[in-house]
């Protein structure tokens, strides 16, 4: 395809103004197959259709459920059946892109290739290269949010870290910059309640890409079998039986130990995408509006370290 024929088809494909809401199917479809490709957000909790608020259930996370129990007696208040349930809540955040000419021709160079439809493949492409970037930035969002902060992006929502540094329920602690990850890891275990430890490969300690090198260089150097397959081999990582998870955009100095299932990101039930063209800019502007929250659904449940 030349260049001048995939410009007449992109002009063809996007009128002056096309797209408008996802129905909920088309909203599901994009979120859940764009999570498939994300190690972090396909172990998490997603909820999709949340139409104002969520209660986060802790079913599968809160264990010690079982009580005493009298036969036409209900619990009561003292009995710690009922405890407060955190919330999603979506807020709107909004992206918008401008896509020259160039680009698209590089994107969608090879959709002559793919017949009968070749606007359905322009289409699909187009879509897949937002859903990749948007999905990205929620992951980014999803630890670095602030609605306190001076950078406009980070403002979206407020992040996990947000969120857990406002719940007293949470273990915290730092180490320093000498510390051995090994000696944290294993401090951040003896900080975790025993009734979340039933099965090690529940469990994840989410940190930066950084941190994880750091940490398969200090393992690498001990003279064990260990040490030997990490320098010779692409393998997981773990301490303890816990996988050690790089999540892209964690920070460098925190460390994470949680169940994935303890975190939980939500979207509300409208998405709004939309495709404009600009003659003169020779550009075609992207905007997509979306509800988002994130949140964790037990404190006690969550050690959060911070490098000092």
């Known amino acids: 395809m030349t260049n001048e024929q995939i410009i007449e088809l992109i002009l063809k494909t996007i009128t002056a103004s096309t797209g408008g809401n996802m129905n909920q199917q088309q ?29 986060l259930d802790r079913l599968g996370v809160n264990p010690r459920m079982l009580r005493p129990g009298t036969e036409a007696t209900a619990p009561t208040a003292g009995d710690n059946v009922s405890p407060g349930y955190r919330e999603l809540i979506p807020v709107e955040v909004i992206a918008y892109e401008s896509l020259s000419y160039s680009f698209l ?27 990749a970037q948007y999905l990205a930035d929620m992951v980014d969002l999803f630890f670095n949010g602030d609605t306190g902060s001076a950078t406009p992006f980070l403002t979206c929502i407020d ?26 890891f ?10 979340y430890q ?24 001990r003279e064990t079998l ?28 925190k ?12 979207w509300g039930t409208e998405m709004l995408v939309e495709r404009d ?16 929250d994130v949140n964790h659904v037990i404190g006690d449940a969550v050690v959060e370290f911070t490098k000092s």
Do not use: W
Request: proline content about 3%; overall charge negative; some cysteine.
């Open 105 to 131: 021709r590089q994107a969608l160079g090879g959709a002559a290739d793919f017949n009968p439809d070749v606007k359905t493949r322009v289409e699909m492409q187009i879509q897949q290269l937002l859903q």
């Open 27 to 55: 909203l599901d479809e994009f979120i859940l197959e764009g999570v498939k490709s994300s190690s972090f957000l396909s172990e998490i909790r997603v909820e999709t259709g949340i139409q104002k608020s969520l209660k």
């Open 159 to 184: 992040g996990i870290f947000v969120k857990t540094a406002a719940d007293s329920d949470v273990h915290t602690d730092s180490f320093s910059e000498s510390s051995k990850l090994y000696d944290v």
């Open 198 to 221: 039933q099965d090690p490969a529940n469990l994840r300690f989410y940190v930066s890409k950084k941190t994880k090198r750091q940490y398969k260089t200090e393992e690498s150097l």
């Open 255 to 266: 460390i994470l130990l949680t169940l994935p299932k303890n975190l939980s990101i939500g």
């Open 226 to 253: 260990k040490g030997d397959s990490l320098r010779f081999a692409n393998l997981d990582v773990y301490c303890e039986d816990v996988l050690v998870r790089d999540v892209f955009a964690m920070p460098d100095d």
């Open 277 to 292: 063209k600009d003659i003169k800019k020779r550009v075609v502007d992207l905007v997509m509006t979306s509800t988002v």
């Open 186 to 195: 294993v401090a951040m275990l003896n900080a975790l309640p025993e009734q």
